[in-house]
């Protein structure tokens, strides 16, 4: 499925024009709640599901 994002940016819905940094947002939230808990996030990338499995350092413990 293809997004129009440029659609979306100059959108006359206030709610579809915030949504791409709305989803920015959580995505970068997901990955520190994964990262803090020592879990992975799964999402669909060209199709394929990935598994974004967190690195852990000394100072995360």
Do not use: F
């Amino acid at each position: 499925m293809k997004h129009n994002y440029a659609s979306q940016k100059t959108s006359q819905n206030r709610d579809l024009r915030g949504a791409e940094a709305a989803l920015e947002r959580a995505a970068r939230r997901a990955r520190e709640i994964a990262r803090k808990t020592g879990t992975g996030v799964v999402y669909l990338k060209d199709g394929k599901l990935v598994i974004e499995r967190p690195e852990t350092t000394a100072a995360d413990s």
